[in-house]
């Protein structure tokens, strides 16, 4: 890939990845920074990544990935920042609730890689990126019954890989009510 043809999906696919970013942490600078960083990795890659390939679906993969990456990296250090200031913490539940959401949400982002890759794309320009059937299926070009059955696929497809977790979820819940109550 040449500079040239970085530089036109650069131009082509930026304000796009940064509307993505954005839908999922709502900060404009941090969403700005984000897709940067993706696309200094893209450029890193940049002899592994073949031209023909589909290269915005791969952006936008990778934008929800870093994107969910630096969640999970605010939270903690939300965390840290909150367990400084506690003046009686309860260690089981904070070690808990570290320990089942860290756990949840790379089981989520897990399943949600393993979708099919029109699957996932679909999925995430849904749920991620706050778009409509139609916006998706228009900004796809394919019909708006397709889009549907995706969704469709990709929860049922979700259900199965995260039933493990719903156990632990529950478990979660009650032992944390539980202890709130004490």
């Keep these: 890939m040449t500079e040239n043809q970085f530089e036109t999906i650069f131009k082509d696919y930026f304000e796009f990845l940064s509307n993505v970013a ?21 450029w890193d890659k940049r002899f592994d990544v073949n031209i023909d390939d589909n290269i915005k ?13 630096f969640i999970e990296k605010s939270k903690r250090s939300i965390n840290t920042e909150e367990k400084k200031l506690e003046i009686i913490p309860n260690q089981f ?31 995430s320009l849904s749920r991620y990126s706050d778009m409509t059937n139609k916006e998706i299926a228009d900004h796809l070009n394919v019909s708006v019954k397709a889009i549907e059955k995706h969704i469709s696929r990709a ?28």
């Design 57 to 69: 679906a791969y952006l936008h993969r990778a934008t929800i990935n870093t994107s969910l990456n």
């Design 22 to 42: 954005f839908a999922m942490i709502k900060d404009e600078d941090d969403s700005y920074d984000i897709v940067q960083q993706v696309f200094v990795k893209f």
């Design 93 to 123: 539940v904070e070690k808990n609730t570290d320990f089942l959401s860290g756990e949840v949400e790379n089981a989520i982002k897990k399943a949600i890689s393993e979708l099919p890759e029109k699957c996932g794309v679909v999925f």
């Design 155 to 182: 929860l049922k497809e979700l259900r199965v890989k995260l039933k493990p977790y719903m156990n632990l979820l529950l478990l979660f819940l009650v032992s944390e009510v539980g202890f709130g109550i004490f």
